[in-house]
Protein backbone atom coordinates (compact mmCIF):
# COMPACT_ATOMS: atom_id res chain seq x y z
CA UNK A 1 0.00 0.00 0.00
CA UNK A 2 3.10 2.48 0.90
CA UNK A 3 4.08 2.58 -2.55
CA UNK A 4 0.64 3.63 -3.62
CA UNK A 5 -0.21 6.82 -4.94
CA UNK A 6 -2.20 9.68 -2.68
CA UNK A 7 -4.43 9.91 -5.91
CA UNK A 8 -5.19 6.19 -6.18
CA UNK A 9 -5.41 6.08 -2.60
CA UNK A 10 -8.38 8.41 -2.51
CA UNK A 11 -10.45 6.70 -5.16
CA UNK A 12 -10.31 3.10 -3.67
CA UNK A 13 -13.43 2.30 -1.64
CA UNK A 14 -12.39 1.45 1.41
CA UNK A 15 -14.99 -1.14 3.80
CA UNK A 16 -15.10 -0.17 7.40
CA UNK A 17 -14.50 -3.46 8.22
CA UNK A 18 -16.40 -3.58 11.60
CA UNK A 19 -19.59 -3.28 9.64
CA UNK A 20 -21.12 -1.71 12.42
CA UNK A 21 -21.27 -3.41 15.50
CA UNK A 22 -23.21 -2.95 18.68
CA UNK A 23 -20.98 -0.26 21.12
CA UNK A 24 -22.62 0.76 23.94
CA UNK A 25 -25.59 -1.88 24.16
CA UNK A 26 -28.63 -1.28 21.44
CA UNK A 27 -26.44 1.37 19.77
CA UNK A 28 -24.64 1.21 16.36
CA UNK A 29 -21.86 3.34 15.01
CA UNK A 30 -22.14 2.56 11.61
CA UNK A 31 -18.70 2.30 9.81
CA UNK A 32 -20.02 1.43 6.60
CA UNK A 33 -18.68 1.43 3.88
CA UNK A 34 -17.47 4.65 2.54
CA UNK A 35 -14.91 6.36 0.22
CA UNK A 36 -12.16 7.99 3.20
CA UNK A 37 -11.74 11.38 2.05
CA UNK A 38 -8.50 11.45 3.87
CA UNK A 39 -6.98 8.04 4.11
CA UNK A 40 -6.28 7.26 7.62
CA UNK A 41 -2.91 5.39 8.51
CA UNK A 42 -5.19 1.78 8.66
CA UNK A 43 -5.75 2.99 5.40
CA UNK A 44 -1.89 3.25 4.39
CA UNK A 45 0.20 1.36 6.74
CA UNK A 46 1.60 -2.61 6.22
CA UNK A 47 0.57 -5.50 8.69
CA UNK A 48 3.54 -5.04 9.97
CA UNK A 49 3.53 -1.42 10.62
CA UNK A 50 0.36 -2.07 12.40
CA UNK A 51 1.93 -4.56 14.50
CA UNK A 52 4.33 -2.51 15.72
CA UNK A 53 1.84 0.23 16.35
CA UNK A 54 -0.24 -1.88 18.05
CA UNK A 55 2.69 -3.58 20.45
CA UNK A 56 2.67 -1.70 23.65
CA UNK A 57 -1.52 -1.52 23.61
CA UNK A 58 -1.99 -5.36 22.49
CA UNK A 59 0.57 -6.17 25.55
CA UNK A 60 -0.68 -3.63 27.96
CA UNK A 61 -4.27 -5.60 28.74
CA UNK A 62 -5.26 -3.01 31.45
CA UNK A 63 -5.46 0.61 31.52
CA UNK A 64 -7.37 3.68 33.61
CA UNK A 65 -9.67 5.41 32.62
CA UNK A 66 -10.09 8.71 34.34
CA UNK A 67 -13.59 11.09 34.12
CA UNK A 68 -12.87 14.38 35.44
CA UNK A 69 -14.70 18.03 35.23
CA UNK A 70 -16.60 20.32 36.20
CA UNK A 71 -19.65 17.89 36.42
CA UNK A 72 -17.48 16.99 39.88
CA UNK A 73 -18.59 20.03 41.37
CA UNK A 74 -22.84 18.85 41.29
CA UNK A 75 -21.67 15.91 41.62
CA UNK A 76 -24.99 14.28 40.61
CA UNK A 77 -27.24 17.30 42.26
CA UNK A 78 -28.52 19.98 40.54
CA UNK A 79 -30.69 22.53 42.76
CA UNK A 80 -30.72 19.55 45.80
CA UNK A 81 -32.17 17.47 43.07
CA UNK A 82 -31.11 13.89 42.68
CA UNK A 83 -30.38 13.57 38.72
CA UNK A 84 -30.68 10.32 37.61
CA UNK A 85 -27.98 8.64 35.34
CA UNK A 86 -24.10 9.10 34.75
CA UNK A 87 -22.57 11.90 36.90
CA UNK A 88 -21.08 13.59 33.30
CA UNK A 89 -24.47 13.81 31.76
CA UNK A 90 -25.86 16.01 34.67
CA UNK A 91 -25.92 19.19 32.07
CA UNK A 92 -27.82 17.27 29.45
CA UNK A 93 -30.10 15.18 31.78
CA UNK A 94 -31.25 18.36 34.07
CA UNK A 95 -31.01 20.85 31.34
CA UNK A 96 -28.93 23.20 32.77
CA UNK A 97 -28.69 26.46 30.72
CA UNK A 98 -25.24 26.71 29.31
CA UNK A 99 -24.35 30.16 31.22
CA UNK A 100 -25.24 28.50 34.71
CA UNK A 101 -23.09 25.12 33.61
CA UNK A 102 -20.17 27.64 32.76
CA UNK A 103 -20.48 29.28 36.13
CA UNK A 104 -19.03 25.95 37.42
CA UNK A 105 -15.68 27.21 36.38
CA UNK A 106 -15.09 29.73 39.29
CA UNK A 107 -16.08 27.18 41.75
CA UNK A 108 -13.57 24.32 40.70
CA UNK A 109 -10.65 24.47 42.69
CA UNK A 110 -8.79 21.01 42.75
CA UNK A 111 -6.01 22.18 44.86
CA UNK A 112 -6.11 18.01 46.28
CA UNK A 113 -5.37 16.93 42.76
CA UNK A 114 -1.69 14.65 43.07
CA UNK A 115 -0.57 13.83 39.78
CA UNK A 116 1.89 11.75 40.78
CA UNK A 117 -0.18 9.99 43.27
CA UNK A 118 -2.47 9.25 40.26
CA UNK A 119 -0.01 7.54 38.13
CA UNK A 120 1.61 5.91 40.69
CA UNK A 121 -2.15 4.49 41.41
CA UNK A 122 -2.48 3.48 38.28
CA UNK A 123 0.94 1.71 38.25
CA UNK A 124 0.02 0.30 41.93
CA UNK A 125 -3.14 -1.12 40.15
CA UNK A 126 -1.18 -3.05 37.33
CA UNK A 127 -2.31 -0.60 34.49
CA UNK A 128 -0.12 0.48 31.85
CA UNK A 129 -1.70 3.09 30.57
CA UNK A 130 -3.91 5.91 31.42
CA UNK A 131 -6.78 7.89 28.91
CA UNK A 132 -8.19 11.20 30.51
CA UNK A 133 -11.02 13.00 29.49
CA UNK A 134 -8.97 16.30 28.12
CA UNK A 135 -12.71 17.72 27.37
CA UNK A 136 -16.32 16.16 27.89
CA UNK A 137 -19.92 16.41 26.12
CA UNK A 138 -19.97 19.42 28.52
CA UNK A 139 -17.11 21.38 26.14
CA UNK A 140 -14.86 22.47 29.39
CA UNK A 141 -11.45 21.82 28.13
CA UNK A 142 -9.36 20.29 31.14
CA UNK A 143 -5.85 21.66 29.75
CA UNK A 144 -4.27 24.99 29.25
CA UNK A 145 -6.35 25.83 25.94
CA UNK A 146 -5.50 28.81 23.86
CA UNK A 147 -7.93 27.90 21.52
CA UNK A 148 -11.16 28.22 23.76
CA UNK A 149 -11.17 30.44 27.29
CA UNK A 150 -14.08 27.68 28.39
CA UNK A 151 -10.56 25.28 30.07
CA UNK A 152 -9.24 25.02 33.75
CA UNK A 153 -6.45 27.36 33.23
CA UNK A 154 -7.83 30.27 31.86
CA UNK A 155 -11.24 29.98 34.04
CA UNK A 156 -10.92 28.65 37.34
CA UNK A 157 -9.11 29.89 40.41
CA UNK A 158 -7.24 26.64 40.25
CA UNK A 159 -5.08 27.77 37.22
CA UNK A 160 -2.81 24.69 36.37
CA UNK A 161 -2.97 22.18 33.72
CA UNK A 162 -3.79 19.05 34.90
CA UNK A 163 -3.03 17.15 31.67
CA UNK A 164 0.39 18.53 31.57
CA UNK A 165 1.17 17.42 35.36
CA UNK A 166 0.13 14.21 34.09
CA UNK A 167 2.14 13.69 30.64
CA UNK A 168 5.28 14.86 32.82
CA UNK A 169 4.44 11.90 35.51
CA UNK A 170 3.67 9.76 33.27
CA UNK A 171 6.77 9.99 31.21
CA UNK A 172 8.37 10.28 34.56
CA UNK A 173 6.97 6.76 36.06
CA UNK A 174 7.04 5.09 32.28
CA UNK A 175 3.53 4.29 31.69
CA UNK A 176 1.53 5.50 28.42
CA UNK A 177 -1.06 8.42 28.55
CA UNK A 178 -3.94 9.06 26.08
CA UNK A 179 -6.46 12.03 25.61
CA UNK A 180 -10.52 11.20 25.67
CA UNK A 181 -12.16 14.38 23.27
CA UNK A 182 -15.55 14.77 22.69
CA UNK A 183 -15.38 15.74 18.88
CA UNK A 184 -19.42 15.72 18.19
CA UNK A 185 -21.02 16.75 21.12
CA UNK A 186 -20.27 19.81 22.79
CA UNK A 187 -23.10 21.18 24.84
CA UNK A 188 -21.17 24.78 25.43
CA UNK A 189 -20.16 25.37 22.23
CA UNK A 190 -22.35 27.17 19.82
CA UNK A 191 -23.04 24.38 16.97
CA UNK A 192 -21.93 21.51 18.88
CA UNK A 193 -24.44 18.59 19.02
CA UNK A 194 -26.41 16.79 21.69
CA UNK A 195 -27.81 13.67 22.02
CA UNK A 196 -31.67 13.68 22.53
CA UNK A 197 -32.32 13.22 25.84
CA UNK A 198 -35.92 13.95 27.97
CA UNK A 199 -38.09 16.41 26.31
CA UNK A 200 -35.07 18.32 24.09
CA UNK A 201 -36.70 18.64 20.49
CA UNK A 202 -35.45 17.93 17.06
CA UNK A 203 -33.23 18.64 15.28
CA UNK A 204 -30.70 19.80 17.55
CA UNK A 205 -31.89 18.39 20.76
CA UNK A 206 -30.42 21.75 22.41
CA UNK A 207 -31.76 22.87 25.74
CA UNK A 208 -30.77 26.53 25.94
CA UNK A 209 -30.74 28.94 22.46
CA UNK A 210 -27.04 29.69 23.36
CA UNK A 211 -26.22 25.75 21.71
CA UNK A 212 -27.79 26.70 18.81
CA UNK A 213 -24.85 27.76 15.91
CA UNK A 214 -23.76 25.77 12.93
CA UNK A 215 -21.77 22.58 13.45
CA UNK A 216 -18.80 23.06 10.78
CA UNK A 217 -18.07 26.11 12.65
CA UNK A 218 -17.80 24.70 15.96
CA UNK A 219 -15.82 22.07 14.22
CA UNK A 220 -13.43 24.21 12.70
CA UNK A 221 -13.16 26.70 15.23
CA UNK A 222 -12.90 24.57 18.42
CA UNK A 223 -12.60 20.68 17.82
CA UNK A 224 -10.19 20.62 15.34
CA UNK A 225 -8.18 23.33 16.20
CA UNK A 226 -8.43 21.75 20.07
CA UNK A 227 -7.32 18.51 18.66
CA UNK A 228 -4.58 20.55 17.54
CA UNK A 229 -3.09 21.58 20.53
CA UNK A 230 -3.43 18.26 22.14
CA UNK A 231 -1.49 16.73 19.42
CA UNK A 232 1.38 19.18 19.71
CA UNK A 233 1.79 20.19 23.23
CA UNK A 234 2.47 17.56 25.60
CA UNK A 235 5.41 15.58 24.14
CA UNK A 236 5.35 12.30 23.18
CA UNK A 237 1.57 12.13 24.66
CA UNK A 238 -1.04 11.52 23.75
CA UNK A 239 -0.08 8.02 22.88
CA UNK A 240 -4.35 7.40 22.13
CA UNK A 241 -6.67 9.64 21.29
CA UNK A 242 -9.91 8.29 22.28
CA UNK A 243 -13.55 9.46 20.67
CA UNK A 244 -16.65 9.08 21.50
CA UNK A 245 -20.56 9.69 20.46
CA UNK A 246 -19.84 10.81 16.64
CA UNK A 247 -23.84 9.96 15.86
CA UNK A 248 -27.05 11.22 17.35
CA UNK A 249 -28.20 8.57 19.40
CA UNK A 250 -30.07 5.78 17.45
CA UNK A 251 -28.98 7.04 14.43
CA UNK A 252 -28.64 4.07 11.69
CA UNK A 253 -26.25 4.46 8.62
CA UNK A 254 -28.18 5.14 5.27
CA UNK A 255 -25.62 6.40 2.68
CA UNK A 256 -27.20 9.13 2.12
CA UNK A 257 -24.48 12.08 3.02
CA UNK A 258 -27.17 14.89 4.03
CA UNK A 259 -28.70 12.77 6.58
CA UNK A 260 -25.15 11.60 7.72
CA UNK A 261 -25.00 15.55 7.99
CA UNK A 262 -27.76 16.03 9.72
CA UNK A 263 -26.97 13.05 12.48
CA UNK A 264 -23.47 12.87 12.91
CA UNK A 265 -19.39 13.05 11.72
CA UNK A 266 -19.69 12.77 8.00
CA UNK A 267 -16.80 11.35 6.33
CA UNK A 268 -15.29 14.87 5.19
CA UNK A 269 -15.94 16.18 8.92
CA UNK A 270 -13.67 13.19 9.98
CA UNK A 271 -11.27 13.20 6.94
CA UNK A 272 -10.23 16.51 8.47
CA UNK A 273 -9.37 14.68 11.70
CA UNK A 274 -8.06 12.41 10.07
CA UNK A 275 -5.70 14.57 8.56
CA UNK A 276 -4.01 16.07 11.97
CA UNK A 277 -4.09 12.40 13.19
CA UNK A 278 -1.89 11.72 10.53
CA UNK A 279 0.82 13.95 11.67
CA UNK A 280 1.53 11.50 14.29
CA UNK A 281 3.01 8.18 13.38
CA UNK A 282 2.60 6.43 16.68
CA UNK A 283 -0.78 7.04 17.04
CA UNK A 284 -3.51 4.71 18.38
CA UNK A 285 -7.24 5.93 17.66
CA UNK A 286 -10.50 4.08 18.35
CA UNK A 287 -13.30 2.97 16.44
CA UNK A 288 -15.59 6.62 17.71
CA UNK A 289 -14.29 9.15 15.00
CA UNK A 290 -17.21 8.45 12.73
CA UNK A 291 -17.54 9.28 9.29
CA UNK A 292 -17.23 5.76 7.94
CA UNK A 293 -13.40 5.68 9.88
CA UNK A 294 -13.18 2.19 11.70
CA UNK A 295 -9.62 3.35 13.59
CA UNK A 296 -7.78 0.57 15.29
CA UNK A 297 -10.29 -0.57 18.51
CA UNK A 298 -13.62 -1.86 19.11
CA UNK A 299 -14.88 0.01 22.22
CA UNK A 300 -17.66 -1.97 24.02
CA UNK A 301 -18.79 0.14 27.05
CA UNK A 302 -19.91 -1.43 29.90
CA UNK A 303 -20.22 -4.85 28.98
CA UNK A 304 -17.41 -7.99 27.66
CA UNK A 305 -18.47 -9.28 24.68
CA UNK A 306 -19.06 -13.13 24.61
CA UNK A 307 -16.25 -13.52 22.01
CA UNK A 308 -14.05 -10.66 21.92
CA UNK A 309 -13.08 -9.51 18.38
CA UNK A 310 -11.26 -11.74 16.13
CA UNK A 311 -9.07 -10.24 14.07
CA UNK A 312 -9.46 -6.45 15.69
CA UNK A 313 -7.72 -5.03 18.55
CA UNK A 314 -10.54 -3.75 21.43
CA UNK A 315 -10.95 -2.54 25.05
CA UNK A 316 -13.89 -2.96 27.26
CA UNK A 317 -14.60 0.05 29.37
CA UNK A 318 -16.26 0.12 32.61
CA UNK A 319 -16.92 1.93 35.83
CA UNK A 320 -16.07 0.68 38.75
CA UNK A 321 -19.53 2.12 40.29
CA UNK A 322 -22.46 3.37 38.11
CA UNK A 323 -21.01 6.37 37.04
CA UNK A 324 -17.77 7.76 34.50
CA UNK A 325 -18.22 11.21 36.08
CA UNK A 326 -18.22 11.62 40.32
CA UNK A 327 -21.37 11.46 41.91
CA UNK A 328 -21.37 11.76 45.57
CA UNK A 329 -24.11 9.07 45.96
CA UNK A 330 -23.04 6.08 43.96
CA UNK A 331 -21.63 4.03 46.29
CA UNK A 332 -22.40 0.60 44.04
CA UNK A 333 -18.86 -0.45 43.53
CA UNK A 334 -18.14 -3.63 42.14
CA UNK A 335 -16.47 -5.91 44.37
CA UNK A 336 -12.36 -6.65 44.15
CA UNK A 337 -13.97 -10.67 42.85
CA UNK A 338 -15.67 -9.25 39.58
CA UNK A 339 -13.39 -6.41 38.82
CA UNK A 340 -10.37 -8.89 38.89
CA UNK A 341 -12.79 -11.45 36.80
CA UNK A 342 -13.20 -9.05 34.38
CA UNK A 343 -9.79 -8.42 33.90
CA UNK A 344 -9.10 -11.96 33.36
CA UNK A 345 -12.32 -13.02 31.24
CA UNK A 346 -10.95 -9.74 29.01
CA UNK A 347 -7.65 -11.34 28.00
CA UNK A 348 -8.24 -14.43 28.12
CA UNK A 349 -10.49 -12.68 24.78
CA UNK A 350 -7.73 -10.88 23.66
CA UNK A 351 -9.06 -7.90 25.03
CA UNK A 352 -7.91 -4.44 26.96
CA UNK A 353 -9.83 -3.90 30.22
CA UNK A 354 -10.13 0.37 30.65
CA UNK A 355 -11.20 0.74 33.69
CA UNK A 356 -12.92 4.38 35.10
CA UNK A 357 -11.93 6.46 37.99
CA UNK A 358 -13.78 9.48 38.77
CA UNK A 359 -11.77 12.23 41.05
CA UNK A 360 -14.02 14.63 42.72
CA UNK A 361 -13.92 18.29 42.67
CA UNK A 362 -10.77 18.67 45.01
CA UNK A 363 -8.95 16.07 42.51
CA UNK A 364 -9.20 13.26 45.16
CA UNK A 365 -10.02 9.54 43.68
CA UNK A 366 -12.60 8.17 45.91
CA UNK A 367 -11.37 5.95 48.55
CA UNK A 368 -12.92 2.88 47.68
CA UNK A 369 -12.00 3.21 43.89
CA UNK A 370 -8.23 3.29 45.01
CA UNK A 371 -8.71 0.39 47.46
CA UNK A 372 -9.96 -1.70 44.44
CA UNK A 373 -7.41 -1.16 42.76
CA UNK A 374 -4.96 -1.67 44.88
CA UNK A 375 -6.15 -5.18 45.30
CA UNK A 376 -6.26 -6.04 41.67
CA UNK A 377 -2.35 -4.46 41.84
CA UNK A 378 -1.52 -6.80 44.91
CA UNK A 379 -2.97 -9.94 42.37
CA UNK A 380 -1.17 -8.47 39.01
CA UNK A 381 2.17 -8.32 41.34
CA UNK A 382 2.09 -11.93 41.52
CA UNK A 383 0.24 -12.90 38.74
CA UNK A 384 0.67 -10.25 36.24
CA UNK A 385 2.88 -12.95 33.83
CA UNK A 386 -0.69 -14.93 33.16
CA UNK A 387 -2.19 -11.71 32.15
CA UNK A 388 0.26 -9.15 30.12
CA UNK A 389 1.25 -9.37 26.57
CA UNK A 390 -1.02 -13.31 26.70
CA UNK A 391 -3.09 -14.32 23.92
CA UNK A 392 -6.39 -15.46 24.10
CA UNK A 393 -7.33 -18.71 25.03
CA UNK A 394 -6.57 -22.07 23.49
CA UNK A 395 -10.32 -23.45 24.65
CA UNK A 396 -12.91 -21.50 24.71
CA UNK A 397 -16.11 -23.02 25.89
CA UNK A 398 -15.17 -21.92 29.23
CA UNK A 399 -16.28 -18.28 28.98
CA UNK A 400 -19.88 -19.63 29.11
CA UNK A 401 -22.79 -20.42 26.52
CA UNK A 402 -25.67 -18.94 24.29
CA UNK A 403 -28.81 -19.93 26.56
CA UNK A 404 -31.15 -22.39 24.53
CA UNK A 405 -34.00 -20.79 26.43
CA UNK A 406 -33.04 -16.79 27.61
CA UNK A 407 -33.82 -14.34 25.10
CA UNK A 408 -31.36 -10.68 25.11
CA UNK A 409 -32.61 -7.11 24.84
CA UNK A 410 -31.63 -7.82 21.03
CA UNK A 411 -33.91 -10.62 20.87
CA UNK A 412 -31.28 -13.49 20.42
CA UNK A 413 -30.30 -15.83 22.18
CA UNK A 414 -28.58 -14.40 25.32
CA UNK A 415 -25.00 -15.04 26.22
CA UNK A 416 -24.37 -16.51 29.89
CA UNK A 417 -20.91 -16.25 31.03
CA UNK A 418 -19.68 -18.92 33.71
CA UNK A 419 -17.10 -18.25 35.86
CA UNK A 420 -15.54 -21.47 36.79
CA UNK A 421 -12.10 -20.78 35.49
CA UNK A 422 -10.76 -18.73 32.42
CA UNK A 423 -7.24 -19.17 30.24
CA UNK A 424 -4.51 -17.35 28.22
CA UNK A 425 -1.28 -18.29 26.25
CA UNK A 426 2.29 -16.63 25.79
CA UNK A 427 5.03 -18.52 24.00
CA UNK A 428 4.90 -22.35 25.58
CA UNK A 429 2.80 -21.57 28.74
CA UNK A 430 -1.06 -21.58 28.99
CA UNK A 431 -2.26 -20.26 31.99
CA UNK A 432 -5.47 -21.14 33.47
CA UNK A 433 -7.16 -19.21 36.45
CA UNK A 434 -9.49 -21.06 38.54
CA UNK A 435 -12.01 -18.88 39.72
CA UNK A 436 -13.46 -22.25 41.71
CA UNK A 437 -11.35 -24.83 43.30
CA UNK A 438 -11.29 -28.31 41.99
CA UNK A 439 -11.46 -30.79 44.82
CA UNK A 440 -8.07 -32.48 44.43
CA UNK A 441 -7.64 -32.63 40.08
CA UNK A 442 -7.80 -29.84 37.14
CA UNK A 443 -9.30 -31.63 34.80
CA UNK A 444 -8.78 -30.36 31.20
CA UNK A 445 -10.24 -31.76 27.82
CA UNK A 446 -9.17 -30.41 24.20
CA UNK A 447 -5.74 -29.19 25.40
CA UNK A 448 -4.04 -28.77 21.95
CA UNK A 449 -0.25 -29.17 23.19
CA UNK A 450 1.46 -31.78 25.30
CA UNK A 451 1.72 -30.81 28.58
CA UNK A 452 5.30 -31.25 30.11
CA UNK A 453 4.89 -29.97 33.60
CA UNK A 454 2.99 -27.88 35.74
CA UNK A 455 3.08 -24.84 38.55
CA UNK A 456 1.12 -22.39 40.60
CA UNK A 457 1.93 -19.15 39.30
CA UNK A 458 1.55 -17.67 43.17
CA UNK A 459 3.88 -20.48 44.28
CA UNK A 460 7.58 -18.58 44.83
CA UNK A 461 9.41 -21.90 44.90
CA UNK A 462 7.06 -23.11 41.70
CA UNK A 463 7.00 -26.88 42.96
CA UNK A 464 6.15 -29.33 40.23
CA UNK A 465 2.32 -30.63 40.27
CA UNK A 466 1.43 -33.79 39.18
CA UNK A 467 0.54 -33.61 35.30
CA UNK A 468 -1.05 -37.10 33.16
CA UNK A 469 -2.42 -36.37 30.12
CA UNK A 470 -3.94 -38.68 27.78
CA UNK A 471 -4.52 -37.71 24.37
CA UNK A 472 -6.29 -34.27 24.59
CA UNK A 473 -7.08 -34.86 28.16
CA UNK A 474 -4.88 -33.68 30.91
CA UNK A 475 -5.50 -33.97 34.83
CA UNK A 476 -2.90 -31.76 36.86
CA UNK A 477 -3.06 -32.98 41.07
CA UNK A 478 -3.42 -29.75 42.98
CA UNK A 479 -3.03 -28.92 46.62
CA UNK A 480 -5.51 -28.90 49.02
CA UNK A 481 -6.12 -25.16 49.22
CA UNK A 482 -6.19 -22.23 46.44
CA UNK A 483 -3.57 -19.96 46.82
CA UNK A 484 -6.05 -16.55 46.12
CA UNK A 485 -9.40 -16.53 46.96
CA UNK A 486 -10.27 -14.79 43.53
CA UNK A 487 -8.18 -16.75 40.99
CA UNK A 488 -5.45 -18.89 41.61
CA UNK A 489 -3.18 -19.45 38.23
CA UNK A 490 -2.21 -22.84 37.46
CA UNK A 491 1.05 -22.79 34.88
CA UNK A 492 1.19 -25.52 32.16
CA UNK A 493 4.50 -25.95 30.34
CA UNK A 494 3.78 -27.17 26.96
CA UNK A 495 5.31 -28.16 23.50
O1 LIG B 1 -17.68 9.10 28.54
C1 LIG B 1 -18.54 8.08 28.94
C2 LIG B 1 -19.97 8.39 28.67
O2 LIG B 1 -20.32 9.68 29.10
C3 LIG B 1 -20.06 8.27 27.17
N1 LIG B 1 -19.04 7.28 26.85
C4 LIG B 1 -18.39 6.86 28.05
C5 LIG B 1 -16.99 6.41 27.84
C6 LIG B 1 -21.36 7.76 26.79
N2 LIG B 1 -21.85 6.66 27.29
N3 LIG B 1 -23.00 6.43 26.78
N4 LIG B 1 -23.23 7.35 25.91
C7 LIG B 1 -22.24 8.21 25.90
C8 LIG B 1 -24.39 7.33 25.15
C9 LIG B 1 -25.41 7.85 26.05
C10 LIG B 1 -26.22 7.28 26.78
C11 LIG B 1 -27.03 7.70 27.84
FE1 LIG B 1 -28.64 8.76 28.03
C12 LIG B 1 -26.77 8.76 28.70
C13 LIG B 1 -28.00 6.87 28.38
C14 LIG B 1 -28.43 7.47 29.57
C15 LIG B 1 -27.66 8.63 29.77
C16 LIG B 1 -28.84 10.06 26.57
C17 LIG B 1 -29.34 10.55 27.74
C18 LIG B 1 -29.57 8.92 26.26
C19 LIG B 1 -30.50 8.75 27.24
C20 LIG B 1 -30.37 9.74 28.15
Known sequence: MKTLSFGLLVSLVIAGSTG????????????????????????TESAAEKDARMKWFREARFGMFIHWGLYAIPAGK?????????GEWIMNRASI??????????????TQFDAHAVVALAKAAGMKYIVITTKHHDGFAMYDSK????????????????IRALAEEAQKQGIKFG????????WTAPGGAAYKTGDHKPPTYHWDPAQNGDFATYLHTKAIPQLKELLTNYGTSPAIIWFDTPYESGYRSTDNPDLDKAHGMTPEWAGEIVQLLNSRKDLIWNNRLGGGYPGDTETPEQYIPAQGYPGR????????????????SDH????????????????????NYLLNIGPDAMGNVPSEEVQHLEAIGKWMDVNGESVYATKATLFGPEAGSVSKTEMGKDGKPKFVPEWKWRSTTKGDKVYVHLFEWPNGTLHLDKVPRSVTGAYLLADPSQKALKVSQKGQTVEVSLP???????????VLKTR
Open 179 to 186: FYYSQYQD
Open 480 to 490: AKALDPIATVV
Open 313 to 328: DWESCMTINDTWGYKS
Open 78 to 86: WNGQDVPGI
Open 332 to 351: NFKSTETLLRNLIDIASKGG
Open 97 to 110: PVADYKALDTKFNP
Open 147 to 162: VDPFNIVNATPYHKDP
Open 20 to 43: GRAQVQNEKWPTRAVKHPVPSVQD
